[in-house]
């Protein structure tokens, strides 16, 4: 695997993974800060009755309002600001017209660009009341993704990540989806290298401090396998299980990990309406 100092390296992603210094750090922070300020901001709006469409320009206005772009519109042709996938969508639902109910669980996943640097997270929100099975797959996500995060430093590898993250969810049955996986982020919005979320510890790559990456591991009920939808990006569980993910930016430090996108009011993980 090969590494650069991102000043030498291309704007592009050409598959050799880009190693940043503290400015690119000073950059993900703000970035960062305000995608976990727009998921703070709109989990008082995540109610039955709101509409995915509504959810998609509250968190549009936030973020252009702060001198934000949202990096999801336009990208690939993506037609929205923001990813919203609710119960057995696994990821990248496209906002509309649906309403939520009472007892729906929502991925929300946000990713504004700020001074050209990637803030992108996502996190689980429950309309209403959510069932038993519901929380706790959404509590076993977020154990998931914080265990992944967990053995980041440098001279870890991906599969360490990989495995943390597998062996968890697996040991309370729940399965790991293999089509889609975290990413290398910076002034790219999808860079290498790809953070997969299962493996065996020691394969893959080998973190380096400077390297910045999301972690966002997608947790199902019931099996893994996913297929997309006609209009080439909801993604859904096959079995129609439910599934849920968070996602956070971080940087390999020396010494381990920063995450740059902790929510400032401590809303990571949803309370529950009892
Ligand atoms: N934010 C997603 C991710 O975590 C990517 C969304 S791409 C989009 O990588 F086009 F669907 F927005
Ligand atoms: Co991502
Ligand atoms: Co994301």
């Not at 050799?16 to 300020?37: Q, S, W």
């Not at 109610?47 to 320009?57: C, D, K, L, Q, S």
């Not at 902790?262 to 949803?270: F, Y």
């Amino acid at each position: 695997m090969k590494y650069i100092d991102s000043k030498d390296a291309p704007q592009q992603n050409n598959g050799v993974i880009k190693l940043h210094g503290a400015e690119g750090f000073e950059g993900m922070r703000k970035a960062g800060r305000l995608g976990a300020e727009t998921l703070d901001m709109i989990a008082e709006h995540v109610v039955p009755g709101i509409t995915t469409e509504e959810i998609n320009t509250l968190c549009h206005d936030f973020i252009t309002e702060r001198g934000g772009i949202c990096a999801p519109l336009g990208y690939r042709g993506f037609t929205k600001s923001v990813c919203t996938s609710i119960n057995h969508v696994v990821c990248h639902g496209i906002p509309g017209p649906k309403k939520l109910k009472d007892g729906d669980i929502i991925n929300i996943d946000v990713t504004p660009i700020v001074d050209g640097w990637h803030g992108d997270t996502s996190r689980m929100f429950v309309a209403g009341k959510p069932s038993v099975k519901a929380r706790r797959l959404i509590d076993i996500t977020y154990e998931c993704l914080m265990r992944g995060i967990d053995v980041v430093k440098p001279g870890a590898t991906t599969g360490d990540i990989g495995h943390a993250i597998q062996s968890y969810a697996e040991s309370k049955r729940c399965s790991v989806v293999r089509d889609f996986c975290g990413h290398g982020l910076g002034q790219i919005f999808h860079d290498a290298p790809n953070i997969v979320h299962y493996g065996t510890p020691g394969e893959g790559v080998e973190l380096r401090a400077g390297m910045i990456f999301t972690i966002e591991p997608m947790i199902n009920l019931g099996k893994w396998q996913v297929k997309v939808l006609e209009d080439g990006w909801t993604a859904v569980t096959k079995d129609r299980s439910l599934s849920a993910q968070f996602e956070h930016s971080l940087g390999v430090t020396e010494t381990g990990y920063e995450i740059f996108t902790l929510s400032p009011e401590g809303l990571n993980c949803p309370p529950y309406a009892l």
